[in-house]
């Protein structure tokens, strides 16, 4: 089964049943509650970046160069990346999906602002995503990135076993709306991110598992836990 390990606000890394190690939104070095700095996650052979804020991106240009991963985002946010000398990437856009060699990757909308940290002239500007993967290996598993509450989420009902869902609020949807994400959703896993990380989006885990009920199981995941998906 594939392996599931939190690093902290939005950042996770799948180990598939192959053992393609595929890391989202690489935020590490100044992250206060990170486990691992960007130079320790080891080997990384993709790179998915919902959007291209500072707490997302931050350590993508860096991990990506060192590893050689691929990075998979939207198409202007892998150009970019590109030009800061990234070697492998491939771009994407909104409701399109490819096989890569460890399942299906689709592209999923979410609501949020799209500028890209380093990108001083703003012609990169992009949509934001979350990510749908269908493993190799039968596992659906949904990255929200960072986005509102959204009717769209209604489409994923019956596709995802596991979803990593925004609750801090302020700059994403809180608890209360990512509650009703999961009514959308119906996954049989929830996984709270984006929160915590500080005190502007501080939030109750334990709470939002409360309120889910029996929707679904609420994995409270703490930087450096593993989750079996």
Request: glycine letters at 10%; charged letters at 20%; hydrophobic letters at 40%.
């Amino acid at each position: 089964m594939a392996k599931l390990t939190f690093h902290g606000h939005s950042c996770f890394l799948l180990e598939t049943d192959d053992g393609t190690r595929i890391l989202f939104d690489p935020w590490l070095d100044e992250n206060p509650v990170a486990d691992v700095k960007a130079d320790d996650v080891g080997a990384v052979d993709f790179i998915l970046v919902s959007h291209g804020h500072s707490d997302h991106f931050a350590d993508c240009v860096k991990v990506a160069k060192r590893t050689g991963a691929t990075v998979v985002s939207t198409y202007e946010l892998v150009s970019f990346t590109q030009e800061q000398g990234v070697e492998k990437g491939h771009g994407m856009n909104i409701g399109g999906a490819f096989a890569f060699p460890f399942g299906k990757v689709k592209l999923t909308p979410a609501l949020h602002t799209g500028s890209i940290a380093g990108d001083k002239d703003g012609t990169h500007t992009t949509d934001c995503a979350g990510f749908l993967l269908t493993l190799n290996g039968g596992t659906r598993l949904y990255h929200a990135g960072d986005t509102a509450l959204i009717m769209d989420m209604q489409l994923l009902a019956g596709q995802v076993d596991v979803a990593l869902l925004p609750i801090g609020d302020n700059f994403t949807m809180g608890p209360e709306d990512a509650v009703r994400a999961v009514g959308f959703i119906q996954p049989k896993v929830v996984v709270p991110m984006h929160y915590d990380t500080f005190d502007l989006i501080k939030q109750d885990p334990e709470a939002f598992r409360a309120s889910v009920g029996g929707q679904a199981k609420v994995e409270i995941m703490k930087p450096g836990q593993t989750l079996t998906v």
